[in-house]
T-cell receptor, first 114, second 113 residues
Framework: SAVISQKPSRDICQRGTSLTIQCQVD?????MFWYRQQPGQSLTLIATANQGSEATYESGFVIDKFPISRPNLTFSTLTVSNMSPEDSSIYLC???????????FGEGSRLTVL | AQKVTQAQTEISVVEKEDVTLDCVYE???????LFWYKQPPSGELVFLIR??????QNEISGRYSWNFQKSTSSFNFTITASQVVDSAVYFCALEDSSYKLIFGSGTRLLVRP
């Protein structure tokens, strides 16, 4: 399996601030995704992080709110901008290793917005 | 539209009982993949299985087994002789043609000692 490190693992944030979550993978991966899991809910895809180009966002998610970077094949960041309590969720990074169909997840970043 | 339904929101069993978690999916794709993940209380998602739509053979891995039936669009997951450590939320997911996962709502399994 791929080793995926996410930082921070958890944070408590104030309304109106922004937080950047980092996802580091131990090897090069073709595809990286960001998911959100709201309390007690299932996972919803936010966007696909594309290396060297702009991320591809799902319906209901916009770049201004969730800017994503992916400077290389092992690293990506997701920023949650201008946070409100509704953004309190677990944010998970997911990767697909080259040549494998398996999709692995990081341990998640649990954000609480006050 | 692509959709995954896990009708059982919560299941409670006593240790050593067998338990089956249901998963029904909808897709128009002829080639697709189905996944199961486990999410223990700690929150991480643990990959359990990925199954190709062309492979309808049942799979067994230790106490875990999966029954894939294309005719009923179901991919059910059975835990044999359940243990307390099996307590978690289990998600079934469908991979679409652009490699994105569509998750079911999850089934919370509680195994009581």
């Amino acid at each position: 399996s791929a080793v995926i490190s996410q930082k921070p693992s958890r944070d408590i944030c104030q309304r109106g601030t922004s937080l950047t979550i980092q996802c580091q993978v131990d090897s090069q991966v073709t595809m990286m995704f960001w998911y959100r899991q709201q309390p007690g809910q299932s996972l919803t895809l936010i966007a696909t992080a594309n290396q060297g180009s702009e991320a591809t966002y799902e319906s209901g998610f916009v770049i201004d709110k969730f800017p994503i970077s992916r400077p290389n094949l092992t690293f990506s960041t997701l920023t949650v901008s201008n946070m409100s309590p509704e953004d309190s969720s677990i944010y998970l990074c997911s990767v697909r290793r080259q040549g494998s169909g398996e999709l692995f997840f990081g341990e998640g970043s649990r954000l609480t917005v006050l | 539209a692509q959709k995954v339904t896990q009708a059982q929101t919560e299941i409670s069993v006593v240790e050593k009982e067998d338990v089956t978690l249901d998963c029904v999916y909808e897709t128009r794709d002829t080639t697709y993949y189905l996944f199961w993940y486990k999410q223990p209380p700690s929150g991480e998602l643990v990959f359990l299985i990925r199954r190709n739509s062309f492979d309808e053979q049942n799979e067994i891995s230790g106490r875990y087994s999966w029954n894939f039936q294309k005719s009923t669009s179901s991919f059910n997951f059975t835990i044999t002789a359940s243990q307390v450590v099996d307590s978690a939320v289990y998600f079934c997911a469908l991979e679409d043609s652009s490699y994105k996962l569509i998750f079911g709502s999850g089934t919370r399994l509680l195994v009581r000692p």
